[in-house]
């Protein structure tokens, strides 16, 4: 089980960090990463903390101002971001992916990962 927690109200130009703990199980070897739902809109993907140490993908969109980390410990994902706009504001969900796919993971593709956290609501006011 994933929980996602750290959203809330910012400005434009401000910052929050979210977090996704897993619960209920050990992990022995995943990759966990984030997606974003707007008003009206599909759910996309943010960022991912791949299997290999240092492994991490972005969107075109939050490159350079988002930041992904994890702590293999907890079995937990982050997420720094700065420089928030306007058009972040939506509800972030974490998700997991246990092994690696034959043929590597289509990141955007929702059907191939394992869970999903709750989401947590970010709201970037202009």
């Known amino acids: 089980q994933l929980q996602a927690f750290g959203g809330g109200l910012v400005q434009a130009g401000g910052s929050l960090r979210l977090s996704c703990a897993a619960s209920?199980?050990?992990?022995?070897?995943?990759?966990m990463g984030w997606f974003r739902q707007a008003p009206g809109k599909e759910r996309e993907f943010v960022a991912l903390?791949?299997?290999?140490?240092?492994?991490?993908f972005y969107s075109d969109s939050v490159k350079g101002r988002f930041t992904i980390s994890r702590d293999n410990g907890k079995i937990a994902v982050f997420l720094q971001m700065n420089s928030l706009k306007p058009e972040d504001t939506a509800i972030y969900f974490c998700?997991?992916?246990?092994?690696?796919?034959?043929?590597?993971?289509?990141?955007?593709?929702?059907?191939?990962?394992?869970?999903w956290g709750q989401g947590t609501l970010v709201t970037v006011s202009s």
């Open positions: 998700a997991v992916r246990m092994e690696r796919p034959v043929g590597g993971l289509d990141i955007n593709n929702l059907n191939q990962y394992d869970g």
């Open positions: 209920g199980r050990t992990f022995a070897n995943y990759a």
């Open positions: 903390f791949g299997w290999s140490r240092g492994s991490t």
